[in-house]
């Protein structure tokens, strides 16, 4: 297994989770920003040197901001879409033709924010729908070549990303509020982790340009 993050604290975390999971797991770390031209090439290169095939590609990384469309520059728009979107589609290039090889599987993060629309998160909404279409369009494309892609489309997750987007203090009260939700909660993160790993793996060998929607409910809700 590669992983890649931005930090290299939250990289040895996910690392020393894995192997607390699995204590022989293969990890091999890569610390970077897909941003930089030329890391995802960098990436996939390194993987497939050191393991020498590509099974499983699972695009995760994400951003926002919050703010109305009136207020926030073209610039934020054109940054949340550098992380929550370019990278996906490029390392889905890179990764395609090791992938038709091993007839293996791509996992895209999208959000229930691709489905339900927010007031200031115009820019993650359309960010998301994107990527939802993008699975939609490569499954089309892939497969008669043995690719599967499909997408998880997460409500509120304990995560820490909505810290760090909304603050401790509104993320602490959106999580009181979701007590109103179907299932009364917001996500842990392994919930969602389960998800990826059945659309990962060969219990979901007949899905393919799936939007799989995990958010205990939060698009049915409605507080009339």
């Known amino acids: 297994m590669t ?6 604290d939250g990289l040895e975390k996910t690392k020393q989770s894995v192997l607390n999971a699995k204590s022989n797991a293969q990890v091999y770390t890569v610390h970077g920003d897909l941003r930089t031209t030329g890391f995802c090439e960098q990436l996939v290169q390194e993987t497939v040197s050191r393991f020498g095939r590509i099974d499983v590609l699972v695009s995760n990384a994400g951003w926002s901001s919050a703010g109305s469309v009136y207020d926030q520059s073209v610039e934020v728009y054109q940054e949340i ?13 890179l990764c395609l033709t090791y992938l038709r090889q091993t ?12 489905i339900k629309p927010s007031a200031n998160f115009a820019y993650y909404c359309m960010s998301k729908a994107a990527l939802d279409m993008f699975t939609r369009c490569v ?3 892939e497969g008669h070549n043995g690719v599967r892609i499909n997408n998880v489309n997460p409500g509120l997750t304990d995560s820490g990303f ?9 993320a602490a009260q959106i999580f009181e509020d979701s007590k109103n939700f179907p299932i009364a909660r917001g996500a842990d993160p392994s919930e969602i982790a389960n998800v990826i790993t059945f659309l990962a793996g060969n219990k979901s060998s007949f899905m393919t340009g799936s939007c799989v929607v995990a958010d205990g409910g939060l698009i049915c809700y409605n507080p009339l």
Request: glycine share 6%.
């Open 81 to 93: 879409f550098d992380i929550n979107v370019t990278p996906a589609v490029k390392l889905t290039k």
């Open 3 to 8: 992983i890649t993050g931005l930090t290299a």
């Open 139 to 141: 499954a089309s494309e």
């Open 103 to 114: 007839k293996g599987t791509i996992v895209i993060t999208s959000s229930h924010l691709a």
């Open 162 to 170: 909505p810290q760090k987007v909304l603050g401790e203090e509104k």
